[in-house]
C-alpha cells in the first residue's frame, strides 16, 4: 500500500541552528502534504499544507518564518525549522492524501520524526 | 469542521470489548466520521470510516445512529498491543478537501493483562 516516509526519526540539534524534516511519499505522488506537530501527552495540531511547485498554507499562529515547508516535487515535501529553541522540541509528523479517488479517502501519516533543541 | 468530543482516557483487560463513544453534534449532512490510532512516537493509522448505520472492518466496527450526532467505535476482544490513543474525526470526504484533519484530544485505550 501506499507509504509516507520521514527522516530523519530524531534528531538533536544546538539551540540557533537549523534543522530540516524530510516527507516522501514512497509510491504514490502526492501534490498536498501536510505537516503536524505534537507535544507529548497533547494531540496533532496541523501546522500548514505544502503544495508541490507553490507556498505553503500556514494555519494561524505558525510562523512561516520559522517553519519553512519546500514541496519541490511531488514525492518530497520538507520542513525546515530555523534558528531553532528549546521550545521548538516536538515530534513533528507530515502526511498525504492517497493516490487515487478511490483510495482518496484514507490519509497515510509518516513515523515522525523527533527534535530535540538543546 | 464538527467539534468532537471522546473521553479522554479508559481502561480495558485482555479479551473484553472496548466501546468508545465520540460526540459531535454539529456533524454537517456531507460529513464522515473517521477513527485512526496512535502509537507512542509513531503517526496516526487509520482505523475505519463510515457516513451512517454500521461499518466493519477486519479490526473494527462502527456505529452512527440515526442522527449522526454521535458514533462509536468497537473494539473486539482487545489486546495488550491495542494500548493506543484512539481519534474521531469528522469532515468531508478527504478526496474533496485535500486531505486537512483537525484533531481533538483522544481518547487513550490502556489494555491491562
Known amino acids: 500500500g501506499a507509504v509516507v516516509s520521514q527522516h530523519p526519526s530524531w534528531v538533536i540539534c544546538k539551540s540557533g541552528t537549523s534543522v530540516k524534516i524530510e516527507c516522501r511519499s514512497l509510491d504514490f505522488q502526492a501534490t498536498t502534504m501536510f505537516w503536524y506537530r505534537q507535544f507529548p501527552k497533547q494531540s496533532l495540531m496541523l501546522m500548514a499544507t505544502?503544495?508541490?511547485?507553490?507556498?505553503?498554507?500556514?494555519e494561524q499562529g505558525v510562523e512561516k518564518d520559522k517553519f519553512l515547508i519546500n514541496h519541490a516535487s511531488l514525492t518530497l515535501s520538507t520542513l525546515t525549522v530555523t534558528s531553532a529553541h528549546p521550545e521548538d522540541s516536538s515530534f513533528y509528523i507530515c502526511s498525504a492524501r492517497g493516490p487515487t479517488k478511490s483510495s482518496g479517502n484514507t490519509i497515510y501519516f509518516g513515523e515522525g520524526s523527533w527534535l530535540t533543541v538543546v | 469542521l464538527a467539534k468532537t468530543t471522546q473521553p479522554i482516557s479508559m481502561d480495558s483487560y485482555e479479551g473484553q470489548e472496548v466501546n468508545i463513544t465520540c460526540s459531535h453534534n454539529n456533524i454537517a449532512t456531507n460529513d464522515y466520521i473517521t477513527w485512526y490510532q496512535q502509537f507512542p512516537s509513531q503517526g496516526p493509522r487509520f482505523i475505519i470510516q463510515g457516513y451512517k448505520t454500521k461499518v466493519t472492518n477486519e479490526v473494527a466496527s462502527l456505529f452512527i445512529p440515526a442522527d449522526r450526532k454521535s458514533s462509536t467505535l468497537s473494539l473486539p476482544r482487545v489486546s495488550l498491543s491495542d494500548t493506543a490513543v484512539y481519534y474521531c474525526?469528522?469532515?468531508?470526504?478527504?478526496?474533496?478537501?485535500?486531505?486537512?484533519?483537525?484533531f481533538g484530544q483522544g481518547t487513550e485505550l490502556s489494555v491491562k493483562p
Open positions: 474525526l469528522v469532515g468531508v470526504p478527504i478526496y474533496n478537501q485535500g486531505g486537512k484533519l483537525i
Open positions: 505544502s503544495n508541490e511547485g507553490s507556498k505553503a498554507t500556514y
